[in-house]
């Protein structure tokens, strides 16, 4: 069994990510205007308002006529008026009577089919009919598409433009959905200073902060930035106070186990119990799971900008996802080519390699140029990760790999 | 050549698409805090700002060395005191020395290694080094990733938060992005009631106002609603005139030849040159594309809510990427396999059809449950559009097909 370099058992990656899926549950939820829905899921089933259509509904610009009288066509009707859009349905129609009706309006009373305009032509005494209609042709009746009260959309669903899109048509002003949970990011580091400033002599500039704030939001979380925190036990220890008034708290830095990696200690005199230290990934391998007194989802995530990414990709985002009310899986994982091939390692943990995927045309993915762990720069062509399940095995170019895709891969 | 019910030549979609692209010239930009950069579009290069790493830094967590004091391995050394992460370079280390450094730390002078904590012992008078270690193990020379003034990221981009990770660890706390580019949205039509209100008789309630909105979001830009105006030549005219103040119009109904639709007069007298008024595909024909007195991209959509969509993609997008920098492509077509056939329509024009596409594990494709165009709920089911080459030849399962992902599809 894989272990820490202090002989903690590193757990696999599939049992960390089952520790995070079964203990996170549904959080609240809130009744909120259809205008600000992008992007949040669904909490309750909607309904349609009315029957849709609302009434007998020209479906193509022609003629409102009685089918029966169209059986003689090519045949002449009399057009007796006009039902424009919008307005409700008024004269009746007689035998040999027809109305002009655009697309959208409520058939007359009396008529029972459209004829469209392409199938007629002008006539002195009205409209001339050039073919047979059938009862019913371009009318969409009353309620066919959904009757008052039948289901439209079913929760948990995550709300785009074309779910916005069914829910305005049910016409569902207001509905409800799952609050966005707020997520603290705290990053730990006497050596950081935030992008801008200059780095001193022994500094280096703190980049997991920014990219876990957009990653937050990508994810549908609220992201609640505490700043960096020093290395400091009463500052730590301050800070994450602060962050356990928040259901899931990010720690990134001082997982591991060097002298000054007070961070797991500090939150554990807060209350956090730890369910895992450590994962058996590449990277990751310093990742740790906690409850916290309170029941927050407490994550310490490496300080190597790409490690912290990869893993809030892998078990940060769960949480977030389960207390939304979606299913808490471990992430969408897409199967592709691999472009060219990727060499072995000799650490043979489970490795995510930043790579480039291609969706268009024939999808493949390539690993992203990198020149390892202390290259905080590459990642910034990439836009999925490679899955390698050993990472002391090639993959073979050709070969189809695993690819966890980053947030906004396509779209 | 296809023709549209009033003899006007309708133009293919590929030809359609070029005008846009043709059209379409990169907007103004402007200087942004990296914390506002999610979803941005970069548009100038972006250099590191300093030596990256900024010193010679310990990779692992360990002991910094002279190499050439490892041969005799295992060995002990005197372990003259330690570096933090985060301070200055200190003291040096002479023969047989050795200090105690953490990953992250700069290698004080005469080092020119670390040994990994793993490959040493406790040892009484110092620390015990069990195997040799080569000149610059787990150290990172300075400047080794990007020397200061090296580009990180070239323009145009997306910035997602790999992105963003970048660019903060280039120390880019200020960017220059694309502005994002103002939409205006009009829908037009007496029938039309907003969502939340009740049709009365011959009304229908509003659905491409909300979607648009969302839509407009999810492409990146600036959705400014002008809500529903009646098919009125005053109302129009004053409505659209307010809408010409921004680079992108929309406008959503009566832009097929229905005698109410007013509308391509009303932009036509208000000095918009169209393009093309017709497009050879279903949903969709009567979508126009014109150029307005000040340059501003005018687009008429049609009403249906499933068209409206599926035209917002095709075209819409085009000209925010283009004003956004990027290169006005036609949208990212993905290969699927067809998980259920497609019959055949009587209508030949090439379709897209609402579906919903798997992309984890075996990918694959199928059309949602349609009522046909007259059913605003079935796109809610929906994340893709199949795409129908020749409406009136059947798609079979288990072929490949094109399919156009709709915004937030992955992610």
Same mark, same amino acid.
């Given at each position: 069994m894989p272990v820490t370099t202090h002989g903690e058992r590193l757990i696999a990656l599939d049992e960390a990510r089952r520790f995070v899926a079964e203990n996170v549950r549904p959080g609240p939820t809130e009744r909120i205007d259809l205008s600000n829905a992008l992007g949040r899921v669904l909490a309750e089933p909607v309904a349609a308002s009315y029957d849709y259509p609302p009434f007998d509904k020209a479906m193509m610009d022609g003629y409102a006529v009685r089918a029966v009288d169209t059986r003689a066509a090519p045949c002449n009707l009399d057009v007796i008026g006009e039902v424009p859009a919008g307005t409700a349905p008024g004269r009746a129609i007689g035998p040999g009577q027809a109305i002009r009706i655009n697309t959208g309006a409520p058939l007359p009373p009396g008529a029972d089919a459209v004829v469209p305009v392409e199938e007629t032509a002008p006539s002195t005494a009205g409209v001339r009919i050039l073919s047979d209609c059938k009862l019913g042709r371009s009318v969409a009746p009353r309620g066919s598409v959904r009757a008052a009260g039948q289901v439209v959309l079913e929760p948990p669903l995550r709300l785009r433009s074309a779910q916005i899109s069914a829910l305005a048509a049910a016409g569902a002003a207001e509905i409800a959905v799952y609050r966005v949970c707020k997520v603290a990011i705290i990053v730990t580091g006497d050596e950081l200073v935030r992008p801008g400033e200059r780095p001193r002599a022994g500094q280096i500039v703190e980049s997991n902060d920014s990219t876990l704030v957009a990653l937050t939001r990508e994810c549908g979380g609220d992201p609640v930035s505490l700043g960096i925190t020093r290395d400091d036990s009463a500052a730590l220890q301050a800070t994450f106070s602060r962050a356990l008034e928040f259901p899931i708290v990010v720690a990134v830095g001082g997982m591991s186990k060097g002298t000054l990696d007070i961070v797991p200690s500090t939150l554990e005199r807060l209350g956090v119990r730890w369910l895992?230290? #450590?994962?058996?990934?590449r990277p990751g391998k310093p990742t740790a799971y906690g409850i916290g007194p309170g029941g927050q989802h407490v994550f310490g995530l490496p300080g190597n900008p790409m490690s912290c990414l990869v893993c809030y990709l892998l078990f940060v985002r769960m949480a977030i996802d389960g207390l939304r #009310?979606? /299913? /808490?899986?471990?992430p969408s994982i897409l199967r592709l080519r691999l472009d060219v091939g990727v060499k072995p390692a000799r650490d043979p943990r489970p490795a995510f390699l930043p790579a480039s995927a291609n969706l268009a045309g024939d999808p493949c993915v390539r690993a992203v140029k990198w020149h390892g762990s202390g290259d905080p720069f590459s990642v910034g062509a990439a836009n999925a990760f490679i899955f390698q399940p050993r990472g002391d095995a090639a993959l073979d170019s050709g070969a189809m790999v695993d690819v966890l895709p980053m947030p906004g891969m396509i779209g």
């Open positions: 895992f230290q #450590g994962v058996d990934v #009310g979606m /299913a /808490a899986n471990p």
